[in-house]
């Protein structure tokens, strides 16, 4: 999940990255957030997520992290990795495995798409996965364009007792998970203009 400032100059960022312009997402409605998505190959994709100003201010905060005067500090000087998610066919027993406390799932719809998400809970270690279940909905790289991206790498920053909790992420050789004093995200992707790294 990358964070901008503004859909818009955030898109603008990307296409001048990757070479190719994101495709069209939709409103979060309720959630006070819209997007654009770009395929990253076979049940992999890149969210690009920011405030929506066409709609009300929120009553909680928005996903992501958004409201945070730091995370806004950072995203308005170039759009930057806020979070990652994991997709799940059982959300409940997936927080169980890694470690997570109790959280609750949330019913989310954009258009046709419909999906169950689990956001962090206090008490959840900084760094662990936010939870996806598409149910019967296709993943959107399924249906999205493949404009020739693929991640190839995917670095994660946590302190050691956390990178425990993440070692069955590691299962995907493109995921590296490394202890770090604070939580960071690396991403490489290989796109049409050559390997491009997201921080």
Excluded: C
Excluded at 69 to 93: F, G, N, Q
Excluded at 166 to 180: F, K, T, V
Excluded at 191 to 196: S, V, Y
């Amino acid at each position: 999940v990358l964070g901008a400032a503004s859909l818009a100059d955030g898109a603008s960022a990307l296409a001048a990255r990757f070479g190719v312009e994101p495709d069209a997402g939709g409103r979060h409605e309720g959630y006070g957030t819209h997007n654009r998505l770009l395929s990253l190959g076979r049940q992999t994709y890149l969210e690009l997520i920011a405030p929506d100003p066409g709609q009300p201010t929120p009553d909680r905060p928005r996903p992501f992290g958004l409201d945070d005067p730091a995370v806004a500090e950072r995203i308005s000087r170039r759009p930057r990795l806020l979070a990652y998610v994991v997709r799940t066919d059982d959300i409940a027993a997936a927080r169980e495995a890694l470690g997570l406390p109790p959280g609750r799932a949330f019913d989310m719809r954009r258009g046709s798409l419909q999906w169950k998400i689990s956001l962090p809970v206090q008490g959840q270690p900084v760094g662990t996965p936010i939870l996806i279940d598409w149910g019967d909905t296709p993943n959107p790289s399924s249906t999205l364009p493949d404009r020739g991206l693929r991640l190839v790498g995917f670095r994660i920053g946590v302190p050691a007792a956390t990178a425990k909790l993440l070692a069955p992420l590691a299962a995907d050789p493109r995921i590296r998970i490394e202890p770090a004093d604070e939580f960071e995200l690396h991403a490489s992707v290989d796109a049409p203009a050559g390997i491009i790294e997201l921080d």
